[in-house]
């Protein structure tokens, strides 16, 4: 597999040639907030450690579609049609080795719903998803259902607006990206690790409007007078590795 041999930009070492499936990452956005450690401390085992940079926690909202979700031996059918998904993550370490921890994953898709929500031990939500493009803007509307409460919802569009370029290692665009692994928990004690593997992000500035953005709310954070962070990449394929169980 060609993304194997380009590894030489990973902050570790390839976990091994067992990967178990391929993934396409399409027209993404990155938008990313400054948040209180502290008040970001409560949603995440402890027995992760908060990572920051230059003394902030920060929280991301990352958008795009998985055009593709191809199992080790098969190369050329994806066992879904292509779906959009939206994510609330942060950033941890366990024994200073960095990697994201998500806090909700909305999608409309049924394996990931009812497959890889098991499997990863990950935040899975249902949500009717519309996104589609327009020239070189795209548009996103996610509506998540809460059993008797107020849905939970996502509605604006972005673009680039700059330039491609490869973030340098210790620049904060770097430090947001260039993570090679996940974090999950099924009940905040027991905590999971999955390798993740793919090329170097290529990043581009990003246009944003947010009409609307209520997945921040029942953390209580509220962030609708800062202005987030906003980059876009086009794209790349990902290897994921099976999820182990880490001996605390």
């Known amino acids: 597999?060609?993304?194997?041999?380009?590894?030489?930009?990973?902050?570790?070492?390839?976990?091994?040639?067992?990967?178990?499936?391929?993934?396409?990452?399409?027209?993404?956005?990155?938008?990313?907030?400054?948040?209180?450690?502290?008040?970001?401390?409560?949603?995440?085992?402890?027995?992760?450690?908060?990572?920051?940079?230059?003394?902030?926690?920060?929280?991301?909202?990352?958008?795009?579609?998985?055009?593709?979700?191809?199992?080790?031996?098969?190369?050329?059918?994806?066992?879904?049609?292509?779906?959009?998904?939206?994510?609330?993550?942060?950033?941890?370490?366990?024994?200073?080795?960095?990697?994201?921890?998500?806090?909700?994953?909305?999608?409309?898709?049924?394996?990931?719903?009812?497959?890889?929500?098991?499997?990863?031990?990950?935040?899975?939500?249902?949500?009717?998803?519309?996104?589609?493009?327009?020239?070189?803007?795209?548009?996103?509307?996610?509506?998540?259902?809460?059993?008797?409460n107020t849905p939970v919802s996502f509605k604006g569009q972005y673009g680039p607006i700059s330039e491609v370029y490869y973030p340098k290692e210790g620049t904060l665009d770097h430090w947001f990206t260039e993570r090679y692994c996940l974090y999950s928990s099924n009940n905040g004690v027991n905590i999971y690790c999955g390798e993740i593997h793919h090329r170097p992000w290529p990043l581009q500035k990003a246009e944003i409007e947010v009409d609307k953005n209520t997945l921040f709310t029942s953390y209580q954070f509220d962030l609708s007078e800062i202005k987030p962070l906003a980059h876009f990449s086009t794209g790349v394929d990902s290897l994921m590795w099976n999820i182990k169980r880490i001996r605390i």
């Open 1 to 148: 597999m060609d993304l194997l041999i380009d590894s030489n930009h990973r902050p570790f070492p390839l976990p091994s040639k067992k990967w178990i499936m391929r993934q396409s990452w399409r027209n993404l956005l990155f938008l990313h907030w400054p948040v209180p450690l502290e008040k970001l401390r409560p949603h995440i085992p402890s027995s992760l450690q908060i990572d920051t940079f230059h003394g902030s926690a920060w929280l991301g909202l990352i958008l795009f579609v998985i055009e593709g979700i191809y199992p080790l031996g098969i190369s050329k059918f994806s066992l879904t049609p292509k779906f959009p998904e939206i994510n609330v993550r942060t950033y941890v370490k366990y024994n200073e080795k960095p990697g994201i921890y998500f806090m909700s994953i909305d999608v409309e898709n049924w394996a990931s719903l009812k497959i890889a929500k098991n499997w990863y031990h990950l935040p899975y939500h249902s949500a009717k998803i519309s996104f589609g493009k327009q020239g070189q803007t795209f548009y996103c509307h996610s509506i998540r259902k809460e059993n008797g």
